[in-house]
């Protein structure tokens, strides 16, 4: 007679998805900071075989996406790149690089469970990252803050009580918002920013596009073309939001 096998589910304290941000020697960071509005995101689980590991990678910069993937070809931790798809100041890259020098690669060797995608952005990297309780978030923490510059930017501590995993869904919103985000320049995103403060966005609205052009010291136009290219990126987050929480 053959035995059935039970599979008890794995007690934890109080699991949580934590957000962390840090700074460390590696080739997102470096190429970063060399080229002028850039950024790039980790967009896929990690690859690894004969020490190497691969992955896709969206990379933008302000001032030509091609310095970024240059300087990111040049670098020492750099194996391999190659153009996937290229829109205007964006590309997407397939990357091969040496494991040792991504912090995700340490982080999860913790027993932690890094989360992509990961993002680089103003010289700093950060990561969700699923902890078993209070005592590994610890640990993780102590382990980081001994070699690198690290900092809790906030966590949330998963209830499995609750109908719905809306804790997850949490997350995954938080990362496509981050994403959102990143990818506004920083003038698209002075001129919302102030309009949503101003009431641009009210009803009946207590700002016009010639006054926040005014108050900007911009010409209405531009005005205008920052408005509609940040609501541009953000209506497709938003479509999809509304359907998540319906």
């Given amino acids: 007679m053959s ?4 599979i008890e589910p ?11 941000q840090w700074v ?6 470096d190429c970063v900071n060399r080229v002028h509005g850039a950024r790039v995101s980790l967009i896929s689980p990690l690859a690894y075989g004969n020490g190497i590991a691969s992955g896709l990678y969206e990379v933008e910069a302000e001032e030509d996406v091609s310095k970024l993937i240059n300087a990111l070809k040049a670098h ?15 590309a997407l890259v397939y990357l091969r690089s040496k494991p040792e020098s991504l912090l995700i690669e340490t982080i999860g060797k913790t027993g932690a469970v890094p ?7 103003g010289g700093v990297d950060s990561s969700a990252i699923y902890v078993q309780d209070e005592k590994q ?35 995954q919103e938080m990362l496509a918002f981050k994403s959102v985000a990143a990818a506004l320049s920083p003038k698209q995103m002075e001129v919302i920013s102030y309009a949503v403060r ?11 596009v010639d006054e926040i052009a005014a108050s900007l010291g911009i010409s209405v136009a531009t005005a205008s073309e920052h408005l509609r290219k940040a609501q ?11 359907q998540n929480v319906r």
């Fill in 3 to 6: 035995k059935v096998l039970k």
């Fill in 10 to 20: 794995v007690k934890h304290e109080r699991p949580m998805l934590v957000e962390l």
């Fill in 24 to 29: 460390h020697t590696c080739f997102c960071i």
């Fill in 76 to 90: 020492k931790h750099v194996k391999d790149i190659r153009l996937v798809e290229r829109h205007g100041d964006r």
């Fill in 115 to 121: 989360l992509e995608p990961s993002l680089t952005k």
């Fill in 137 to 171: 978030l610890r640990e993780l923490y102590s382990l980081l803050k001994d070699n690198f510059e690290v900092k809790l930017l906030r966590k949330r501590v998963l209830d499995p009580r609750k109908a719905k995993p809306t804790a997850y869904l949490g997350l």
């Fill in 198 to 208: 101003k009431g641009y966005f009210d009803t009946p609205k207590r700002i016009s």
């Fill in 232 to 242: 541009a990126k953000f209506m497709p987050f938003l479509a999809d939001l509304l």
